[in-house]
């Protein structure tokens, strides 16, 4: 019928009978890590999803509706408009206009903390106006997201979360910015799944100390970057690669394995982790090539070998008058002249 109005009174005070039942559990006394938990307490059957709602319905004139009618409760993340994020149809019996109904299609997945209200339908008539604001009670704002958890004056903020047989398995200690998983005949592991929900991509076993990166369709790699986001180290999953900004010390940047044999000299193999193809100058003398590594060289370390045979003796390199990326190596015999053959070089 037009014109019906109502006015939830209970409402705000059943959903916060909930919120102050979950905060009695959160705030509750410490418990040591080597003693359960008091019986009954985090063994409890869980809270269902219902919510409970009372209200009183008049017609126009203000009068008490009495009898059935048909309810729909919506809950919207707006105040008006907007789509519901949850509704709930039920036949509703109505005495002196007072009724009590429960909305039992809501999850945690929409009542997760932000500001929600409640419209109200009845029958066939347009949702009643303005919705009514759906709010906690103050100690139940340490629940909803943003919240902070111990502070200045209220002592370190420290979380525990307990299994079913009351053994810690999580605590989070603000004191310390620390994370502790596992507990008593549980390892603590990390396991994190991509986007499907399916394929894991990351685990962290707390059993073998063992970090495993990747899984089905997805490589594992390692992304290090300094404060100004520039990338300084990479782990490639997919080839097993190890690369390193230029400038930074610990890892081999280049190598490369030459037949140094003047202007018939060859790569036989190389690597590069900085940037750029390696290749040869050429170099018409006998015993000596060019290597230009493609990457700036002149400030780093580099070892020369030369794979000895009867005939050479050494391997001698110099960057003296060459460009940056380039380096020159003579490859010699034991009278010091030029003796073609291979030789390895690394830098560093």
């Known amino acids: 019928m037009k014109g019906q109005r109502t006015l939830i009174v209970v409402l705000t005070l059943a959903l916060t009978l909930v919120l102050a039942v979950g905060l009695s559990l959160a705030e509750g006394p410490e418990h040591p890590e080597d003693e359960p938990l008091p019986e009954g307490t985090g063994l409890a059957t869980p809270l269902n999803d219902v ?9 126009a004139s203000g009068s008490p509706i009495n009898g059935s009618r048909s309810i729909t409760f919506s809950i919207y993340d707006v105040s008006a408009g907007g789509t519901a994020l ?19 299609f809501c ?8 500001q929600l209200w ?24 340490g629940l909803r997201p943003g919240a902070i958890i111990g502070g200045s004056g209220a002592g370190d903020g420290i979380l525990y979360l307990y299994d079913g047989s009351g053994n810690q398995m999580i605590k989070l200690d603000a004191e310390h910015g620390a994370i502790y998983l596992g507990g008593d005949g549980d390892d603590g592991d990390v396991v994190i799944y991509n986007s499907t929900g399916v394929t894991q991509t990351i685990l962290l076993d707390g059993e073998r100390g063992l970090v495993d990166l990747g899984g089905v369709g997805q490589d594992g790699d390692i992304y290090v970057r300094n404060i100004t986001g520039t990338l300084t180290f990479q782990v490639d999953g997919a080839t097993g690669d190890v690369s390193q900004i230029r400038t930074g010390d610990g890892l ?52 020369a070998t030369a794979l000895v045979t009867n005939a050479a003796r050494g391997v001698t390199c110099s960057r003296s008058g060459l460009p940056d990326d380039q380096l020159h190596c003579f490859r010699w015999d034991v009278s010091g002249n030029g003796n073609g053959g291979d030789i390895m070089v690394l830098v560093y």
């Open 51 to 59: 919510i409970p709602i009372q209200g009183k319905l008049t017609d």
């Open 252 to 303: 081999v940047k280049a190598g490369a394995f030459v037949s140094c044999a003047g202007n018939s000299s060859a790569i036989h193999y190389s690597f590069n982790n900085v940037g750029g193809t390696i290749s040869l100058v050429a170099d018409p003398d006998t015993g000596q090539c060019t290597i230009d590594f493609g990457f700036d060289i002149s400030d780093r370390y580099f070892v």
């Open 118 to 141: 409640l419209g109200i339908k009845v029958g066939s008539d347009p949702e009643m106006s303005p919705r009514q604001g759906i709010y906690a009670v103050p100690y139940a704002w």
């Open 107 to 114: 999850t945690a997945s929409e009542i997760d903390g932000r």
């Open 86 to 104: 949850c509704s709930d149809t039920d036949t509703v019996n109505v005495v002196n206009g007072l009724f009590n109904a429960e909305m039992d």
